[in-house]
C-alpha cells in the first residue's frame, strides 16, 4: 500500500470500527433495558373476555344491598387472580361480583392484583383479607413472598377461596394444606346439575340456602387423599349429596363425601373456601353470591361462625337435595 494513503485507510477503519462498536453497545443496552414480557398479559389478553352489559347487570342484581354483618371497622380485601396453570373465563365475572360487594353492601374495599410483587409483608398489612379467584399452579418467586403469605392468615387476618384456589401450591405444602386440599379431577362437570346438600344447615354461612339442599350446574373437584387435611380440621357446610344417583353415578368408588364449601381456622387467622365458581353465570346466582359474601365476611372478622371441625360436632343431621330437579 503507498505510504500516502495509509492515513486515510487507517482513518476509515477506525470509522467503521467506531461505528460497529457503537451499533453493538447501542443493541446491548437496548437488550439489557429490554424486559422478556410476563407470559401471563398474554395469557389472560387471550382467555379472558369483557363483560357485557348485560353481564354486569345480571351480576349486580345477584349482589345483596347489605352486608349480613356490620363491619367492626373499614375492612380491604386484596383479591388475587393470577394463573400459572388452567385459566377459568369466569375471573372476570367473580372480579366483578366483588367489586359490585364492595361497592354496594360496603361490607369491604378491594384491590385487584395479578402479580406476586404484592405479597411483601409491608404491602399486606393494610389488608384484612386474601381473596384467590380461581388462581391455579400458583409459585411464590420469592420464600419471602410465601412466609409474607403464611404470616398474614396465621396472624389473624382472613382467606378467600374460590373454586380454583384448591389447585394451588403444590410447591408450598404449608400453602396448600392451609386452603385444606387439591384438585384431584372434576368428575361433576361444568355441563351438568348438580344436588348439594348443606352438612350444617344451621351454620350462619349456610343462611343463603334457607335450610334446604339444593342443585345447581357449576364444575365441582374432587381432591387428593395426600393433601385433603379432612373433617378433623374443616367444619363442611356443603357437600355433593350422593343420595341421588345422578352425583354418585358419575364415581366407581362411592358413595363418598365430597365436600364444596368449608370453613377452617388457621392459627389465628380464618379460611373460607367455597368450589363454586367455574360457570360464569355462578356469579349471578343471587343465592350462591350470597354464600360467598358471608363467607367473606367470616374471613374479614365481621360475620363470626362456628369453625369447630365437623368431626366433633354431634347431632347435626344434613339437608339433603329435593328429589326433582
Same mark, same amino acid.
Not at 352489559?53 to 380491604?76: G, L, M, S, Y
Not at 385487584?112 to 398489612?125: G, M, P, S
Not at 389488608?127 to 396465621?154: G, K, V
Given at each position: 500500500?503507498?505510504?500516502?494513503? $495509509? =492515513?486515510?485507510?487507517?482513518?476509515?477503519?477506525?470509522?467503521?470500527?467506531?461505528?460497529?462498536?457503537?451499533?453493538?453497545?447501542?443493541?446491548?443496552?437496548?437488550?439489557? !433495558?429490554?424486559?422478556?414480557?410476563? =407470559?401471563?398479559?398474554?395469557?389472560?389478553?387471550?382467555?379472558?373476555?369483557?363483560?357485557?352489559?348485560?353481564? &354486569?347487570?345480571?351480576?349486580?342484581?345477584?349482589?345483596?344491598?347489605?352486608?349480613?354483618?356490620?363491619?367492626?371497622?373499614?375492612?380491604?380485601?386484596?383479591?388475587?387472580?393470577? @394463573?400459572?396453570?388452567?385459566?377459568?373465563?369466569?375471573?372476570?365475572?367473580?372480579?366483578? @361480583?366483588?367489586?359490585?360487594?364492595?361497592? &354496594?353492601?360496603?361490607?369491604?374495599?378491594?384491590?385487584?392484583?395479578?402479580?406476586?410483587? /404484592?405479597?411483601?409483608?409491608?404491602?399486606?398489612?393494610?389488608?384484612?383479607? *386474601?381473596?384467590?379467584?380461581?388462581?391455579?399452579?400458583?409459585?411464590?418467586?420469592?420464600? !419471602?413472598?410465601?412466609?409474607?403469605?403464611?404470616?398474614?392468615?396465621?396472624? +389473624?387476618?382472613?382467606?378467600? +377461596?374460590?373454586?380454583?384456589?384448591?389447585?394451588?401450591? #403444590?410447591?408450598?405444602?404449608? @400453602?396448600?394444606?392451609?386452603?385444606?386440599?387439591?384438585?384431584?379431577?372434576?368428575?361433576?362437570?361444568?355441563?351438568?346439575?348438580?344436588?348439594?346438600?348443606?352438612?350444617?344447615?344451621?351454620?350462619?354461612?349456610?343462611?343463603?340456602?334457607?335450610? !334446604?339442599?339444593?342443585?345447581? !350446574?357449576?364444575? *365441582?373437584?374432587?381432591? &387428593?387423599?395426600?393433601?385433603?387435611?379432612?373433617?378433623? /380440621?374443616?367444619?363442611?357446610?356443603?357437600?355433593?349429596?350422593?343420595? &341421588?344417583?345422578?352425583?354418585?353415578? $358419575? *364415581?366407581?368408588?362411592?358413595?363418598?363425601?365430597?365436600?364444596?364449601?368449608?370453613? $377452617?381456622?388457621?392459627?389465628?387467622?380464618?379460611?373460607?373456601?367455597? #368450589?363454586?365458581?367455574?360457570?360464569?353465570?355462578?356469579?349471578?346466582?343471587?343465592?350462591? /353470591?350470597?354464600?360467598?359474601?358471608? +363467607?367473606?365476611?367470616?374471613?374479614?372478622?365481621?360475620?363470626?361462625?362456628?369453625?369447630?371441625?365437623?368431626?366433633?360436632? #354431634? #347431632?347435626?343431621?344434613?339437608?339433603?337435595? =329435593?328429589?326433582?330437579?
Amino acid at each position: 500500500m503507498p505510504t500516502e494513503s $495509509r =492515513p486515510r485507510f487507517v482513518s476509515l477503519l477506525i470509522a467503521v470500527i467506531a461505528a460497529g462498536s457503537f451499533s453493538l453497545v447501542s443493541l446491548h443496552a437496548d437488550a439489557l !433495558s429490554a424486559q422478556d414480557p410476563d =407470559p401471563w398479559e398474554q395469557k389472560k389478553a387471550e382467555r379472558f373476555k369483557p363483560l357485557t352489559e348485560n353481564d &354486569k347487570h345480571q351480576i349486580a342484581a345477584a349482589v345483596p344491598a347489605q352486608p349480613t354483618a356490620k363491619p367492626a371497622t373499614k375492612r380491604r380485601v386484596l383479591a388475587f387472580y393470577r @394463573c400459572e396453570g388452567f385459566i377459568h373465563t369466569s375471573i372476570p365475572h367473580a372480579n366483578e @361480583c366483588v367489586r359490585v360487594m364492595a361497592e &354496594k353492601s360496603k361490607a369491604f374495599e378491594v384491590d385487584f392484583a395479578d402479580t406476586y410483587d /404484592v405479597f411483601q409483608a409491608e404491602n399486606l398489612a393494610k389488608y384484612d383479607a *386474601i381473596l384467590l379467584n380461581n388462581t391455579t399452579h400458583m409459585q411464590f418467586p420469592e420464600p !419471602s413472598q410465601r412466609d409474607a403469605f403464611m404470616d398474614f392468615i396465621i396472624g +389473624g387476618k382472613g382467606l378467600i +377461596g374460590f373454586h380454583a384456589a384448591s389447585d394451588n401450591f #403444590n410447591r408450598h405444602p404449608d @400453602c396448600l394444606a392451609i386452603v385444606g386440599g387439591t384438585f384431584a379431577g372434576h368428575p361433576w362437570g361444568a355441563g351438568g346439575k348438580w344436588a348439594f346438600k348443606l352438612d350444617d344447615p344451621g351454620h350462619v354461612l349456610n343462611a343463603a340456602f334457607d335450610g !334446604s339442599g339444593f342443585w345447581h !350446574s357449576d364444575e *365441582i373437584y374432587q381432591y &387428593k387423599p395426600e393433601s385433603y387435611v379432612g373433617t378433623k /380440621v374443616l367444619r363442611v357446610l356443603v357437600s355433593l349429596d350422593m343420595s &341421588k344417583e345422578a352425583v354418585s353415578s $358419575r *364415581i366407581n368408588d362411592g358413595p363418598r363425601e365430597v365436600p364444596v364449601s368449608w370453613v $377452617r381456622k388457621a392459627g389465628d387467622g380464618r379460611v373460607f373456601y367455597t #368450589n363454586f365458581g367455574h360457570r360464569e353465570d355462578t356469579f349471578a346466582n343471587p343465592v350462591i /353470591v350470597q354464600h360467598m359474601l358471608d +363467607g367473606i365476611q367470616y374471613a374479614l372478622g365481621d360475620l363470626p361462625a362456628d369453625a369447630t371441625p365437623s368431626d366433633e360436632l #354431634n #347431632n347435626v343431621q344434613p339437608a339433603l337435595a =329435593p328429589a326433582a330437579r
